[in-house]
Nanobody, 123 residues
Framework: VQLQASGGGLVQAGGSLRLSCAAS????????MGWFRQPPGKEREFVSG????????AYADSVKGRFTVSRDNAKNTVYLQMNSLKPEDTATYYC?????????????????WGQGTLVTVSS
């Protein structure tokens, strides 16, 4: 499966952005989808994930209550709605896919990765 992330940009603190990740190929619903981010000079970290059916989600503590993950299997797309953005949310955001039934927070558990989209939050 090929993944294409989009929706990044420059936003002021307190603002919102919605990231999208479009997947090619069939059987999108069998994949668990994850969102990760990599701040400048730091390691890639888990942000959020959603099961194939959309019935199970997970979030990093740093984004709980501010970010919402969702998916539309008919459109082969997963979304990350980001509200109340903070400067520390500045990073390149990646979507990823893994076969399986549950969300995993480890980067090495995901088989497919998108190219990343940059989110910059100004103070």
């Amino acid at each position: 499966v090929q993944l294409q992330a989009s929706g990044g940009g420059l936003v002021q603190a307190g603002g919102s952005l919605r990231l999208s990740c479009a997947a090619s190929g069939r059987s999108f619903s069998i994949y668990v989808m994850g969102w990760f981010r990599q701040p400048p000079g730091k390691e890639r970290e888990f942000v959020s994930g959603i099961s194939g059916s959309g019935g199970s989600t997970a979030y990093a503590d740093s984004v709980k209550g501010r970010f919402t993950v969702s998916r539309d299997n008919a459109k082969n797309t997963v979304y990350l709605q980001m509200n109340s953005l903070k400067p520390e949310d500045t990073a390149t955001y990646y979507c990823a896919a893994r076969s399986g039934s549950y969300v995993n927070t480890r980067t090495d558990q995901y088989n497919y990765w998108g190219q990343g989209t940059l989110v910059t939050v100004s103070s």
